[in-house]
């Protein structure tokens, strides 16, 4: 394994180990204004939401590495305490990409991506119609990790209104994971479509999985089920009793008796198939 001391590494080699290991990431789509009123449009990846009462989300405008300066979000957000953070989804990516190009000051990067302004509710920059949803925020402090290139400042953005598009609802009122189709960001020229990539595991918040600790070591030590295979045999809260692993037997003769391999491997067909109760039966048949 390569060990690396962040100290002995030039920035932007480190620049690019740390946006290649943590992905994908969130974009904040973010939406200001300077003191004259003009408007400013880029994304950052730096970002996520850390709260809900009050509604928190913090972003990063980091230093250039190659030249040390701040951006203009950075300096209007300083300046007017107010953002409009909107997300990106798969049909506004190329239009997103764009509006990062790093135009000179005063240039209107909604204009020149194409992108249509809409006034806020509660603040004064801009939100982006074409966003599915946009967050109109007051900025509650900013944090300074340095100031060298490559520094982070971590701009902490309360949520004071937000607008979302019905077309990304699904019926019962919430945002529809798939409809929203949203964009995240990786490393190098990297980006992923995260409806593409959807898979679900059951939190185990009011259940009691047994662990695999518990489970028998013969399993537990197994050269066939993974180290997912077994969280998720891990994540029942008991056992199939004896008559049940029996009933089943009856019903799958090809199962009594196998070898352990095969028998591991039969239950791992079935845990790609989210049947978990069912890999459990085949393993403790005998």
């Known amino acids: 394994m390569l060990t690396i001391d962040p100290k002995e590494i030039p920035t932007a080699k480190l620049h690019g180990y740390l946006l290649g290991a943590i992905a994908p990431r969130p974009i904040a789509f973010a939406s200001t204004i300077d003191t004259d009123g003009n408007p400013n449009l880029s994304p950052f990846s730096f970002f996520n939401v850390f709260g809900a009462n009050p509604p928190i989300m913090i972003f990063s405008p980091a230093r250039r ?18 953002v409009v953070i909107n997300v990106v989804n798969f049909d506004i990516v190329q239009q997103m990409s764009l509006s990062s190009t790093e135009y000179p000051e005063g240039v209107n990067e909604f204009e020149k991506a194409g992108f249509t302004m809409v006034k806020s509710d509660v603040i004064k920059p801009f939100r982006v119609k074409e966003s599915p949803v946009q967050f109109e925020c007051k900025v509650k402090d900013v944090i300074f990790t340095g100031d060298e290139g490559g520094a982070g400042n971590l701009i902490v953005c309360e949520v ?6 019905e077309d990304v609802l699904a019926d019962d009122g919430n945002i529809d994971q798939h409809k929203i189709d949203l964009v995240a960001r990786a490393g190098g020229s990297y980006y992923t479509r995260a409806r593409d990539g959807f898979f679900e595991i059951p939190k185990p918040i009011s259940t009691l999985g047994i662990g695999i600790d518990s489970i028998d070591a013969e399993i537990r030590n ?12 891990g994540n029942v809260e008991q056992l199939p009793d004896s008559k049940t692993v029996d009933n089943f037997g009856k019903e799958h003769p090809e199962f009594i008796g196998l070898e352990m391999v095969k028998k591991h491997t039969f239950a791992q067909e079935y845990l790609s198939k989210n049947d978990v109760e069912s890999a459990w039966k085949v393993l403790l048949l005998k």
């Open 222 to 233: 197994s050269t066939v089920l993974t180290g997912n295979n077994l969280g998720m045999l």
């Open 65 to 82: 590495v190659r030249d040390n300066t701040t951006k203009h979000t950075l300096e209007n957000a300083l300046a007017t305490k107010e």
């Open 160 to 165: 004071v209104k937000l607008h979302v598009s």
